[in-house]
T-cell receptor, first 107, second 116 residues
Framework: KNEVEQSPQNLTAQEGEFITINCSYSVGISALHWLQQHPGGGIVSLFM???GKKKHGRLIATINIQEKHSSLHITASHPRDSAVYICAVATGNQFYFGTGTSLTVIP | KAGVTQTPRYLIKTRGQQVTLSCSPISGHRSVSWYQQTPGQGLQFLFEYFSETQRNKGNFPGRFSGRQFSNSRSEMNVSTLELGDSALYLC???????????????FGPGTRLTVL
């Protein structure tokens, strides 16, 4: 049983499209993280959320604690957004990761 | 500020050997976490150190261990290497907020370990 489920696993979009990646979790959390991983392995933390909504540029992350669900939105997608997006949840003493969503944005 | 650094970046070992990986956190960060990433299992949490103490641990066998020094630099050690230990090992550093929980994690570039 996976504590964190992401969907979709793979996503291809045309440049400029609005993209949504979903994350559901089954454990009590202290925070939820959205991570971005480019080919070559480097991971960048995009957001850390414990409630509500956050926005950085074209990226928006939301979380619904009651429904144990979070979404990552990318507005006006660009080829440089092509990467794997990973949802991670922090419990009191553990981190659990989703399997990632591989996003390809075509020019 | 310099980012999180990990050494070495690449490592090849044979079964049965042991390996030590090093992680230097961002200056001022006292929490260092270690993760294993494989194509089959994805990212998995190994353990977290804060102020030289292991605070949290994932579900890995005792062959995986770590430590943290007074300058917050951390090492992880894997003994009696198995083929399945081939992976990208990532460390991340973080500061703690006033509630004692993690702030944003900053990841290093990783050490790619190949076990032959």
């Amino acid at each position: 049983k996976n504590e964190v489920e992401q969907s979709p696993q793979n996503l291809t979009a045309q440049e400029g499209e609005f993209i949504t990646i979903n994350c559901s979790y089954s454990v009590g959390i202290s925070a939820l993280h959205w991570l971005q991983q480019h080919p070559g392995g480097g991971i960048v933390s995009l957001f850390m959320l414990s409630s509500g909504k956050k926005k950085h540029g074209r990226l928006i992350a939301t979380i619904n604690i009651q429904e144990k669900h979070s979404s990552l939105h990318i507005t006006a997608s660009h080829p440089r957004d092509s990467a794997v997006y990973i949802c991670a949840v922090a419990t009191g003493n553990q981190f659990y990761f989703g399997t990632g969503t591989s996003l390809t944005v075509i020019p | 500020k310099a980012g999180v650094t990990q050494t070495p970046r690449y490592l090849i070992k044979t079964r049965g050997q042991q390996v030590t990986l090093s992680c230097s956190p961002i200056s001022g960060h006292r929490s260092v976490s270690w993760y294993q990433q494989t194509p089959g299992q994805g990212l998995q949490f190994l353990f977290e150190y804060f102020s030289e103490t292991q605070r949290n641990k994932g579900n890995f066998p005792g062959r995986f261990s770590g430590r943290q020094f007074s300058n917050s630099r951390s090492e992880m050690n894997v003994s009696t290497l198995e083929l399945g230990d081939s992976a990208l090992y990532l460390c991340a550093s973080s500061s703690l907020n006033t509630r004692g929980s993690y702030n944003e994690q900053f990841f290093g570039p990783g050490t790619r370990l190949t076990v032959l």
